[in-house]
């Protein structure tokens, strides 16, 4: 088990996939399995494009326009008018991740990175959790 | 491999934190991975605050609004009007998570719980099977 | 690991779950859990009911209408009007499901087939890459 820490600027994208590749390395992983697990509940774990940065902005405004800050149907709201927006972004999205592992190495598409999306507006720090079996 | 019946009474979420935290317990786990897979369609598993129940009420708000009842939008309407609001509603969350395992405890967050979410009105029994790898 | 090649006639369900459940058997897989990861990141993977098929078609209708293709909001359009809702939709499912395997068979519910969800109009060559641990 490894444990990632990543220290969040605020909403949006913060990528992992080399720190979580280097740990494989590290650790002489060869084939099997690697399970991430983020520890909140208002940050999920995106596998998405790592190609154009227009692609993540976008997904950006979609989920900002679907839930909406503020929105006054919410009622938990003492936390700020993010707060909520941000379960129910999690909730959408994943908090967990199981990647198969190849020779070392995960086998995501070409385009596939493995990012952080924080949904609240400060920064945060936020845990994730890394689990490998194999051999 | 254990089952876990959830018989629930209704829409709304029911935890199941404790009960798998249990079966761990009794089954000597140590260290790997846990998976929960719900054997519905209807019927999603989520990570989500377990602190206040505002939270959980504010997501079966938003979800609601977001996947109405009896929307005209839906052809398959012989198992009721919130049968096919429930299928859309799982295929928004999970059906299955993974969670590593530490010393026999899994790795959640502090205000991270477990629960199965009903999305039918009715009550209905509900399968979710559990696997750990590991030692 | 196993690699299972899909190509798609454009947007739509395709089911795998056999090819899936011929892979474990070949395999001489027991007890377990597979898990199958999609390579992309403009088609998911999907727990879904395969009995009626107008469920799945109500499911496109709804992700069809919550995410339009050719939306104003999107300004990343240079692959196509569908390109960057098909981004959306695969970060609102999923990209990886892990299933508990018992006795070289899938703990899939009655009513639950495994499906490539293609979000693009035009067909693809989509990759899923399955991996097996147990005994």
Do not use: C
């Amino acid at each position: 088990m490894r444990e990632f820490a990543v220290v969040t600027r605020g909403r949006g994208f913060y990528e992992i996939t080399r720190e979580v590749a280097a740990w494989l390395r590290e650790a002489g992983a060869g084939d099997g399995l690697v399970t991430l697990h983020i520890q909140h509940t208002s940050a999920s774990l995106l596998i998405q494009e790592n190609a154009d940065p227009e692609v993540r902005r976008d997904l950006e405004r979609f989920f900002a326009r679907l839930v909406p800050d503020g929105d006054a149907l919410f009622r938990h709201t003492l936390e700020g008018p993010d707060d909520m927006p941000a379960h129910v972004r999690t909730a959408l999205t994943a908090v967990n991740l199981s990647i198969p592992v190849r020779a070392g190495r995960m086998a995501l598409g070409t385009w596939q990175g493995i990012y952080v999306w924080e949904h609240r507006q400060k920064p945060h720090r936020r845990v994730v959790v890394g689990h490998f079996v194999g051999e």
